[in-house]
């Protein structure tokens, strides 16, 4: 620590010596220093702030009708790219500034001035942004910033409404589109819903659902003409056994009897089953055959009735013969099984033939219902998009509108643009304390200099070290009065030197600030 201490006292004796050097660089530095800050000119600097309000209160309520657009984000990208080529452009040409230019060389070191001179500083959390302009001319400075507020602005919301009309078009055009291949799908799944009639499932199901659930009515219908039958069967072995008729005291004529009129009662009632009937079908139908089957037999159990009685039922005698009423309503319980047992064989034949049929058509049907499925998922897949991009297109015209109306996003301008009154560069108090520090430093580095260049032993330990020879002792130098006072003019001098430097620094100080 001592010899470090020693050192810096040689390298500052060493400076003393050279002390008029370093005032002397000093002086000249200070003097050209200061008159250059002092014919630096005045730099004016216009500046406004603006707060872009990203949360309308349509926001919340439009949410999932209209397109979210990120507006924060497309305001984020406008403030990067605001101080590109052709907005500068822009801004001297809102400016006037362009008629100042009448090469390309000009109008292009204007636009390089402009992009230099244009700083944007925002806080993205606040959405506030600062739009400032430095120029010579305070009048230019406020104009500069005034266009740049509102190309801010425009730029914004124009690109916003451009992307919209631009993304309209997109689904305009998409929807033509797709319109013209849902027609298309229409048309060709109609075409082959009319080309293969009767193959085509329905609403029980595909082909094999369709032949498991003929086989199965098939199955039940033969089962229910197996249990007709038996009833029929069983009708018959009991009526064998049932005596037709029966004598009674009375005699009557057949046309008042009993029997006769229970018979002539239900021929009646199938007469008029019948003619409703042959409203709707043919008389090929598998019911109108069965009800005329069934007439006739009663037809002709009347008759046989009629038979056994004397004269045909049409003489009184003393002794008749009556309709047995049980073997009357067995006869009627047979003739409804003989009916039931008709029209469940036509349905046998029928659910055979369709069995048969879709047994026939077993390599054609599904083929045509894998064809079907797919027309009908290329018409479903037209659709849905159809349907969605109708969806998109209302979103958009909505969010469009809401753009229009400048509802989404506002911009305020919270410190609007003046014309500055005061420079606000150069910093003249600064730059002349600047020379100042400047100009000493480099004095005292050229005294140091000029001192290591033409060395100076000013102490025994130092000769030693450079020589390497013993020193044996020193002489001190005393000086007489007359030198002595001639070493204090000199310091004095040097001292009234420097505080005329420090006078003249104040001096200028003082002005730079008036």
């Known amino acids: 620590m001592h010899e470090l201490l020693g050192q810096i006292y040689a390298y500052v004796r060493q400076t003393w010596r050279h002390r008029w050097l370093a005032l002397a660089v000093a002086w000249v530095v200070c003097i050209a220093g200061w008159v250059y800050v002092s014919q630096m000119p005045d730099v004016y600097r216009a500046s406004a702030r603006v707060h872009v309000d990203t949360d309308s209160m349509l926001r919340p309520l439009l949410r999932g009708i209209a397109v979210d657009t990120n507006i924060s984000q497309r305001v984020n990208l406008m403030t990067r790219t605001l101080i590109t080529r052709p907005n500068m452009e822009k801004v001297a040409r809102m400016t006037d500034m362009h008629l100042d230019a009448h090469t390309d060389s000009e109008m292009e070191a204007i636009i390089e001035r402009l992009h230099n001179n244009v700083t944007i500083q925002g806080d993205q959390r606040q959405n506030l942004y600062t739009l400032s302009y430095n120029d010579k001319n305070p009048e230019q400075a406020h104009s500069v910033v005034q266009a740049m507020l509102t190309i801010f602005t425009e730029s914004a919301l124009g690109e916003t409404r451009q992307d919209g009309d631009m993304a309209q078009d997109f689904i305009e055009k998409q929807l033509e589109k797709y ?120 037809k002709e159990q009347k008759a046989e009735q009629q038979a056994l009685l004397p004269d045909g039922g049409q003489s009184v005698v003393n002794e008749d013969l009556a309709t047995n009423p049980v073997y009357q309503q067995m006869r009627i319980t047979l003739s409804n099984a003989e009916v039931e047992i008709s029209s469940l064989r036509s349905r046998v034949r029928r659910y055979e033939n369709k069995v048969k049929e879709l047994q026939r058509m077993v390599d054609t049907i599904p083929n045509v219902e894998a064809k079907l499925k797919q027309l009908d998922r290329d018409y479903r897949v037209n659709r849905e998009n159809y349907e969605k991009l109708l969806q998109r297109r209302e979103a958009a015209n909505l969010s469009q509108n809401v753009e229009a109306g400048g509802q989404q996003v506002q911009f305020r301008v919270i410190e609007p643009a003046r014309v500055p009154e005061s420079p606000a560069a150069p910093n003249r108090l600064l730059l002349h304390s600047a020379v100042l520090i400047v100009a000493l430093g480099l004095g005292v580095g050229l005294a140091l200099l000029f001192a290591q260049l033409r060395p100076v032993f000013d102490n025994r330990r130092t000769l030693n070290t450079v020589t390497g020879f013993p020193v044996l002792g020193s002489v001190s130098l005393i000086l007489d009065d007359k030198s002595d006072a001639r070493e204090r003019v000199k310091i004095y001098s040097f001292g009234a030197v420097t505080g005329m430097l420090l006078l003249v620094y104040a001096a200028v100080i003082i002005m730079s600030m008036g």
């Open 179 to 298: 319109e013209k291949r849902l027609s298309e799908a229409e048309q060709r799944l109609a075409d082959f819903r009319r080309e293969n009639v009767g193959m085509l499932p329905g609403d029980r199901g595909d082909y094999y659902q369709r032949l498991q659930n003929a086989q199965s009515e098939l199955e039940e219908a033969r089962q229910r003409l197996a249990e007709a039958e038996s009833r029929r069967d069983e009708v018959r072995r009991q009526l064998a056994g049932e005596e037709p008729t029966f004598g009674i005291t009375d005699y009557q004529s057949s046309g008042s009897s009993t029997g006769n009129s229970a018979i002539d009662k239900r021929i009646e009632n199938l007469q008029q089953r019948l003619d409703e009937l042959l409203l709707t079908y043919t008389e090929q139908h598998p019911d109108v055959e069965a009800i005329n089957r069934t007439i006739e037999d009663l």
